[in-house]
Structure formats: structure tokens, C-alpha cells
């Protein structure tokens, strides 16, 4: 059973088209949602962390907002050096993580 | 960046011989994981420690042992290896900030090990 699902898979953006990546989840009692960043070949880049539905978090031309049973992450007017593959995590008891797989962005200059 | 460094980078092995994974950290976090990366099942966590020598199972820990003899290194071990180990290695960290809320796990760079 999924804990955490992630989508689009894969988006392809033109330089400056706005869009929002999903990152729906079904863990109770939420302690926390994650955003990460992972560049190919690199270790996961901590982006966000969002407690309470309402709540957003907002870098650069990154914004995640948090619901009741979902996150969304809006980037605005991206640009080439957005590419990368992003990542939603989500603690099932304590510490221990459940990660989606991830939505890989490619912006097009 | 946090200051997280693991060893080997890369690492080419064969079936049935032991390997052990090594993460070391400068930030003195409480918390050490050890996740692995695979193509359609994103980062799945193998073992975690909560302080020295005190280490528990995550989702996929067959296969695996850990151990913590000091709060900056953390161990992961291959006893055997097997193919289905070649994988993407990830240590991350975290410090208890918030009581309620799970802490923020900062990541290292990778090991990237074959098992032929």
C-alpha cells in the first residue's frame, strides 16, 4: 500500500511556463511533509518542510502548500537550472521516512 | 552543506563477498539512517540509529547489518553481497528539534555500489 505517491512522473516545461507537481500521501497524524531536490548523481538537497494544512513555504521560484491530504510544490517562471528530480517524504512513525518516487522536471530553455 | 561525507564513492563488487559502507558526519547529529536508491521504488530506508551503539530496522533490512561505535561514523555491512543489492546508498542525518514533529534528515552524496 502506497504511504506517499508523486505526480507527474515526468514533466517537461518550456522556460517560464508555470506548473505545480503533486505529492498526495495517506499517513494519519501527520508529523511533517518533505520536499527534497536530487540532482543526477547527487544525495537529496532539503528544499521544504510543512507541518499544518494551510501552511506554505515559499524559495526563489518554489512554492509548497500543504493539505489535509495532499502538497503541491508551484514553481513560477522556471528556469533550465530547475531541472532536477523532486522529491516528497513523509514519516510514518517517528523518524523513519516513506519517500515517493519522485517527479523528474526538464525545462527547456 | 551539511557535513556528511561517505565511502567508497564507488564501489564494483562480486556475489558473496562482504562490504561495509561508511558515513561519516562533522555535524554531531543524534540520528543517522541508511536509505538505498532504486529505479521506481525511491529511497527506502535500511537501518537507522538513534544514538551510539542503539540501531533499529527500517523497510528493507535483510541483508544488512549496521553499527555505531562513535555519534560521527555509522557502519552499514554487507555480510554477503548479492546482485540485488547493486543499488545507490544514501547516509542522512537528523537532530531532534521539535518534539512532536519528525526532524528535518539532511543527506550525504552517495555510494554507488555493483554487486557482478
Known amino acids: 500500500e502506497d504511504q506517499v505517491t508523486q505526480s507527474p512522473e515526468a514533466l517537461r516545461l518550456q522556460e517560464g511556463e508555470s506548473s505545480s507537481l503533486n505529492c498526495s500521501y495517506t499517513?494519519?497524524?501527520?508529523?511533517?511533509l518533505f520536499w527534497y531536490r536530487q540532482d543526477p548523481g547527487k544525495g537529496p538537497e532539503f528544499l521544504f518542510t510543512?507541518?499544518?494544512a494551510g501552511e506554505e513555504k515559499e524559495k526563489e521560484r518554489l512554492k509548497a502548500t500543504l493539505t489535509k491530504k495532499e502538497s503541491f510544490l508551484h514553481i513560477t517562471a522556471p528556469k533550465p537550472e530547475d531541472s532536477a528530480t523532486y522529491l516528497c517524504?513523509?514519516?510514518?512513525?517517528?523518524?523513519?521516512?516513506?519517500f515517493g518516487t519522485g517527479t523528474s522536471l526538464t525545462v527547456i530553455p | 552543506d551539511a557535513g556528511i561525507t561517505q565511502s567508497p564513492r564507488h564501489k564494483v563488487t562480486e556475489t558473496g563477498t562482504p562490504v561495509t559502507l561508511r558515513c561519516h558526519q562533522t555535524?554531531?547529529?543524534?540520528?543517522m539512517y541508511w536509505y538505498r536508491q532504486d529505479p521506481g521504488h525511491g529511497l527506502r530506508l535500511i537501518h537507522y540509529?538513534?544514538?551510539?551503539?542503539?540501531?533499529d530496522k527500517g523497510e528493507v533490512s535483510d541483508g544488512y547489518s549496521v553499527s555505531r561505535s562513535k555519534t560521527e561514523d555509522f557502519l552499514l555491512t554487507l555480510e554477503s553481497a548479492t546482485s540485488s543489492q547493486t543499488s545507490v546508498y544514501f547516509c542522512?542525518?537528523?537532530?531532534?528539534?521539535?518534539?512532536?514533529?519528525?526532524?528535518?534528515?539532511?543527506f550525504g552524496p552517495g555510494t554507488r555500489l555493483t554487486v557482478l
Open positions: 499517513v494519519s497524524g501527520l508529523r511533517g
Open positions: 542522512a542525518i537528523s537532530e531532534p528539534i521539535l518534539a512532536g514533529r519528525s526532524d528535518t534528515q539532511y
Open positions: 510543512l507541518y499544518s
Open positions: 517524504a513523509v514519516p510514518l512513525t517517528g523518524n523513519q521516512f516513506y
Open positions: 555535524e554531531n547529529h543524534r540520528y
Open positions: 540509529s538513534y544514538g551510539v551503539k542503539d540501531t
